[in-house]
């Protein structure tokens, strides 16, 4: 558990071993409260590995980001880095990868802001902490989910906010996976609710949460948004999150063809702004890695220790055009990941050592979700809805599974979120139009905290069976919701003795509602 530390002992240990002074900073004088930097939504970490790890924080103004990290939490020995900038020009948040930790250690690290304008001013640190990878077998566990405060439910207080991350929390899970659906930058919120039962849900309000984003202010204040929730800020304090992101972070269903002319909610009509606008915000709030080869690219690896490595995925970025996708052949508008990611993909699971791949995916595979609801046309994601043989954006992936079947790659489980209910599939090729594959599971889970829809029709391209599902029935409707429980997510355990990797989906109540446990294929 992060330590308590106060301003003071701060100061005292940061003067102590220099880092105070090492900014070129003055010891400070008595100063008011209100002088002080504050630091504004908490402290949060991601992309954590054997021996580095992102840290993230934001201050109120323009100020430089101190920070010391030890292996304890009284901080009698610690690294001090050299200050960063926080500027305007990323709204003063600012993130640091703390490199050379050592492997299967946890980590504590402390931040406090001095003022630019006021050496004398330095706010009060805060404390958070995570553990890095194992170099050796031990087990690990780790949760996954999507989609966070969507379809209008916000932080209502009195209901406990968003309770599925208090949840998570108490699993203790290394990190967790937030398999996209990361804000809702397309769905204003009302201040109240009423529900069926006739009382009312209450959401805490900003400005930027009462109409679409669209300037860069009104993307970052949906992030800002969520870290007002009590739950998610202690929870950002004691688990790293690996984020990929889906439509929502920009708009509903985005891709190239996505017309806006049509929606007088927004003035401004271009999706390809919009998304420039909805990416850097994305960056600048969340502590994930960057990748100078391509700057915003959200694709990447993070390998955990030797028994498993997790490969995100990024099905926005490169996709061609929402629309039919029933192209025969391969072309740029029937892609979904793109060639480059493709090419990445496979040359990353041939030369992984780790016993479990982990394809996060932040769309499922097999499960139908279409661009145009109502006449139920278009693939939104990567089934087409036809129940033959591979076209359009299925080509991408039939192409992938046949080269994991060539290269003999085994233990491959796919994670997924985006359709706000919870399943557990298994591919079998036997029952698949598609067969050039080996079997694997997928498992879906969210949302976080959301309203609740589903169950979703299968594609039978590549033989999907559903061995559980939890939805909302008929008789309750779509759009459950938090309040009514049907929240989700997962849990994965891999074993340090046995490298068996067991899947739990959960609801908020922390009941487990399915489990199943998945032998490693070793090679003779």
């Known amino acids: 558990m992060p330590s308590p530390v106060s301003r003071r002992s701060f100061l005292k240990s940061s003067a102590a071993t220099g880092l105070v002074l090492s900014a070129g900073l003055a010891m400070p004088a008595l100063s008011r409260a209100s002088s002080r930097p504050v630091i504004t939504h908490g402290l949060q970490s991601g992309d954590v590995n054997a021996n580095s790890g992102m840290i993230w924080a934001r201050a109120d103004r323009p100020s430089r980001m101190l920070v010391e990290f030890d292996t304890n939490g009284s901080f009698e020995n610690p690294t001090r880095l050299a200050p960063l900038n926080a500027l305007p020009d990323s709204d003063f948040a600012a993130k640091r990868l703390l490199e050379n930790l050592p492997s299967d250690q946890d980590i504590f690290y402390r931040v406090a802001f001095t003022d630019l304008g006021d050496v004398n001013a330095i706010s009060e640190p805060m404390t958070g902490r995570f ?46 996976i937030h398999s996209g659906d990361t804000i809702y930058a397309d769905g204003p919120m009302k201040e109240t609710v009423e529900l069926k039962d006739g009382t009312i849900w209450k959401n805490e309000l900003i400005e930027e949460k009462t109409k679409v984003a669209e300037t860069l202010d ?75 080869s391509e700057p915003g690219r959200v694709y990447r690896k993070i390998a955990y220790g030797p028994m498993l490595d997790v490969f995100f995925l990024d099905l926005r970025s490169y996709r061609g055009p929402n629309g039919a996708s029933l192209e025969e052949d391969m072309n740029p508008a029937s892609r979904v990941l793109g060639e480059q990611q493709v090419a990445w993909l496979k040359r990353e699971l041939a030369s992984s050592n780790a016993t479990w791949k982990v394809i996060a995916s932040d ?24 129940h033959g043989a591979p076209k359009g954006r ?68 590549f033989g999907p069976e559903v061995r559980y599902v939890k939805a909302p029935t008929a008789e309750q409707g779509a759009n459950l919701p938090p309040s009514m429980g049907l929240q989700f997510f997962g849990i994965v355990e891999i074993d340090g003795a046995t490298e068996q990797f067991t899947v739990r989906l959960m609801d908020r109540d922390d009941v487990e509602l399915y489990s199943v446990t998945l032998d490693p294929v070793r090679k003779a």
């Open 218 to 292: 009104e993307y970052r204040g949906q992030w800002k948004y969520n870290l007002m929730d009590d739950n998610l800020r202690a929870f950002n304090a004691e688990v790293p999150t690996f984020f990929q992101w889906d439509d929502h972070e920009v708009v509903n269903n985005w891709s190239a063809s996505k017309d806006l002319t049509v929606d007088d909610r927004y003035s401004e009509k271009n999706v390809q702004l919009l998304a420039a606008r909805a990416a850097r915000a994305f960056h600048e709030l969340t502590p994930i890695r960057y990748t100078p």
């Open 363 to 386: 769309m499922p595979l097999g499960l139908i979700v279409w661009d145009n609801w109502k006449e139920k046309a278009g693939a939104e994601a990567i089934a087409n809805g036809d």
């Open 394 to 461: 299925e080509l991408e992936f039939a192409d992938l599974l046949r080269y994991i079947n060539v290269a003999d790659i085994d233990n491959i489980v796919f994670l997924t979120a985006d359709v706000h209910y919870t399943a557990a599939h298994y591919y079998n090729p036997d029952k698949a139009q598609f067969q050039d594959f080996k079997p694997f599971w997928e498992f879906v889970s969210g949302p976080i905290h959301a309203g609740t829809f589903g169950p979703n029709d299968l594609d039978m391209t």
């Open 131 to 176: 553990r890095t990878a194992p170099g050796s077998r031990r087990s690990v566990k780790f949760v996954w989910s999507g989609d966070t405060a969507g379809q209008g439910w916000g932080i209502d207080k009195a209901r406990g906010g968003m309770k599925t991350y208090a949840t998570m929390q108490r699993h203790q899970p290394d990190f967790f």
